[in-house]
């Protein structure tokens, strides 16, 4: 069923009110502190969206981990597998997420866009070269000393206007909807305490980019320790004795394709990165992380430490190497391909809005990855931000209504199916 233009002045209303109330809440996650959630200011968000949910009339729970559960149940007669909408509530602990103070840049000009915090930052297509798509628009940014925090507030808005518009217009068919949003995703522990048995049968996490972005693939991912034990002598009289550890790391580091790095790849390609180098000449560690997004790839890369060890100390007798691969997450495609209309749903809503879909391969990992292989599977879908992390971070007005239209796109075509 086609939206009325009542459905969507709402909806624009609504989802641009709810944004600029959650940005201003403080909840940047806490690498360090080891606890589930990593901060307690997760909290106030949290517990903010359960009365929310509950005044729209939503059941809905918050547990101790800080994970929010709620379900709306499916309009008469649908009959289709209950699907789960996830965001994040956590922002990244790179930049500053306290005191959020949202600003709105009318009418935006094609030029550069100031920050009233710091005279000194610019945003300009320059930075981000789809600003350009948005010239005529409205543009909301921080002030400048912060993060504004669309990564994933925008996604959280866009699925709490979604329950609204359920609420308000009984008309539009759904199917059952388990609402989840989690604590902790730009830590990497975004799914560590979900309750996957309160989730549906399929998942769209709102947590992309770009107006029209969908993400089915993410990397193969492999975390590599390589331990050198050498042994140390008086330099004096080390000659034909000495073992250098440190000294052959540096080597062994130096075999690998300098072209297979972070810094020199892009697209589908894959790397080594480094992480981190330390030891002395009795023992040397070499951390790596491994991507690609095919894990054949992957294992040939992980083929070639082990023959570089073999070589090594064939090289320098006396030296021992120990090699440990582990791997840390897949690429969700494969899961996805099992049942494809998941993503074909998600694209076919998109086109429905309007909008051109962006098929793109995360260049990193997602929940939705952890949740695919678990039985969930779940693509994401643009929330609209760009240049997350960052004090330039911005979204354009009409990412809102669009997010949220794709949202009920999603639900009446299984709704119909
Ligand atoms: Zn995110």
Known sequence: MKLTAEMLE???????????????????SNEESGTNPSSKNQFELTNLLKDELRSLGVDVVVDEFCYLYATLPASDGVKA????????????????????????HRNYNGGEIRFPDDPGLVLSPKDSPELLEFIGQDIITASGTTLLG??????????????????????????EIRICFTPDEEIGAGTAKIDISKLGKIGYTFDGGMIGEIENECFDAMGAKIKFTGLNVHPGYAKNKMINAAGIAARFYAMLPEYETPERTEVREGFF?????SGDESEAVLQFIIRDFEHARNEKRAELLNSLKDFFEKKYPGLKIDVEIKEQYRNFKEVLDKTPEVTDFAIKAIEMAGIKPIRRAIRGGTDGARLSFMGIPTPNVFAGGLLFHSKKEWIPVVAFEKAVEVGINICSLWAEK
Do not use: C, W
Request: proline share 7%; glycine share 2%.
């Open 10 to 28: 709402f909806i624009k209303k609504d989802a641009l009110e709810r944004f600029l109330r959650y940005v201003k809440i403080n909840t940047t």
């Open 81 to 104: 597998p209950p699907i789960s909408f996830i965001a994040h509530i956590d922002t990244s602990p790179a930049v500053s997420g306290e005191n959020v103070k949202p600003v709105i």
């Open 150 to 175: 669309a990564d994933d507030k925008a996604g959280i808005a866009a699925i709490m206007t979604m329950a609204a518009v359920f609420k308000k217009f009984s008309q539009l068919k759904h199917p």
């Open 273 to 277: 990165h480094l992480l981190k180098i």
